[in-house]
């Protein structure tokens, strides 16, 4: 592709790497006219990054020629100019072809020379390009003229004469470039074409009802233009762009759902190796890194049927052993667990214990004196409380500090009236089963002490509670 890799305006896309093992070189001659005596690079994609791959100089006449004695990885790669300009290029089966182009106009006097593949793969991004921006002017005249009912219809109208436009010429690449990586990667980045369902008369919620086919299908026929066993998908912007907008915007954001269709997805490229551990790298990171609610869930299972397994033997056991420590302190408190008990000391003298508290929910805080953002969060915690507490609620805040006389004169001077842990020693191991790493951290269970949230913000406690209470409660 070019400098802005036209790929990317249908679907975001995602790199795929090929490990064929070809017995010929690659050699690609380039010439740029009007760059001279200058380095460039042939780079390739892996997920959403870019390696360089080699290295060249051109000479005083902007020449030069990218050889190596083993043949590359199929996918796409780049040639990458000074200044961090670039255009893209397929690395197909024949890897012996010529590059040749103007430095200050590259993406519109590209040409290949022993490479068909390539000379489709430039016309079918020029053609893309210029589909693209029409739909874009499209948008923008449709947006300007919103206030304007008829200009309105007709603008929509025009969007959806130009989208079966675009979806016929895409259509038209897959059948000229049959076999071919191009055919290949135009296929990959098409969306489910999803049927107008109808609705059976009499159904009390039908939008209701048609969300969720629409849902369900999207869902199951998301990757219906994806093969997980070709391996030249893993170099190129699009797998990992399909992967991430698949978890990211098209499973609802649930354990349950998310875990239901990694099951799914690795049964399809369980079989080939290079996919396999491509999927799995792509949803370790994607998870490990995830700030929704509930993820964490999705972390164990990918431990559990993966990193903590055989499978996973591109990792060492360092990273193993770190891994297994990590997901056995998260483990215990999961989203629907039932919580561990504590019993601890108290502000007042007395033992208390967490299942004693009789209430619709418990709020289990753990929070320290001098703790910066504890400072914001209490007095905010308090306030709320104060409301809160005749009507269902509790609040069990433990302190994870040993000093006694900082929690007991802050309790005092803030007027917490709720029930106040005190466990210096950490016998309840209040860390472990809540993995309490850093404070505050809030856990809210319900009357039978199951986790139904965790690490929620103070302000947001109330309005979950709210929610809760609407959707959930039974």
């Known amino acids: 592709m070019l400098k802005k890799s036209l790929l990317f305006f249908l679907l975001t896309c995602s790199p795929a790497l090929i490990f064929s093992q070809l017995k010929t070189g690659y050699e690609i001659g380039v010439t740029i006219n009007g760059l001279k005596d200058s380095t460039i690079y042939l780079a390739y994609h892996l997920g959403d990054k870019q390696y360089i791959q080699d290295t060249t100089k051109l000479d005083n006449n902007g020449k030069a020629v990218i050889k190596g004695n083993q043949a590359l990885p199929h996918g796409i790669y780049m040639i990458v100019l000074p200044g961090r ?44 390009g210029r589909m693209q921006e029409n739909m874009s002017n499209l948008v923008k005249r449709a947006q300007n003229s919103k206030d304007n009912k008829d200009s309105t219809s007709l603008l929509t109208l025009a969007q959806n004469d130009q989208e079966k436009q675009m979806k016929e010429y895409l259509n038209n690449v897959i059948s000229e470039n049959k076999g071919n990586m191009l055919a290949t990667l135009v296929r990959a980045i098409l969306p489910p074409e999803i049927p107008v369902f109808s609705v059976p008369a009499g159904v009390r919620n039908p939008d209701s009802l048609k969300w969720v086919m629409n849902y369900n299908y999207n869902k199951d026929h998301f990757f219906d233009n994806i093969s997980f066993t070709d391996e030249r998908l893993i170099r190129t912007p699009i797998l990992h762009a399909k992967l991430n907008a698949f978890f990211s915007n098209v499973v609802i954001q649930a354990p349950d759902s998310i875990n239901k269709e990694i099951d799914r997805i690795i049964a399809k490229c369980k079989d080939n190796y290079k996919m396999f551990q491509f999927v799995s790298v792509f949803l370790f990171n994607h998870f490990r890194t995830s700030e929704i609610m509930g993820h964490d869930a999705v972390m164990v299972k990918l431990a559990d049927d993966i990193y903590l397994t055989q499978k996973a033997d591109w990792v060492t056991k360092e990273f193993k052993d770190d891994l297994r420590k990590q997901i056995e302190l998260i483990r215990p408190n999961l989203i629907g667990k039932k919580a561990q008990n504590l019993v601890m000391d108290s502000y007042k003298g007395i033992f208390v214990s967490l299942y004693d508290v009789e209430k619709e929910f418990t709020i289990l805080y753990f929070w320290e004196p001098d703790c910066g953002h504890c400072r914001e969060a209490t007095p905010k915690l308090r306030d709320w409380y104060e409301k809160a507490k005749g009507d269902g609620i509790e609040i069990f805040a433990v302190c994870t500090t040993a000093e006694k006389e900082k929690w007991s004169k802050y309790i005092e001077e803030n007027k917490l009236t709720w029930i106040n842990g005190w466990d210096p020693t ?31 913000a103070v302000e947001n406690i109330g309005s979950f509670i709210e929610n809760y209470r609407k959707y959930f409660r039974q």
């Open 85 to 128: 300009t670039y255009f893209e290029i397929l690395m197909p089966e024949d890897q012996v072809f010529g590059i040749s182009c103007n430095y200050k106009d590259y993406i519109n006097t590209l040409k290949f020379t022993g490479s068909d593949e390539n000379s489709a793969f430039v016309a079918y991004q020029k053609n893309w």
């Open 426 to 456: 950490r016998a309840s191991h209040f860390d472990y089963y809540f993995n309490v790493q850093s404070t505050p951290m809030v856990y809210i269970l319900d009357r039978n002490k199951k986790i139904i949230a965790k690490k929620l």
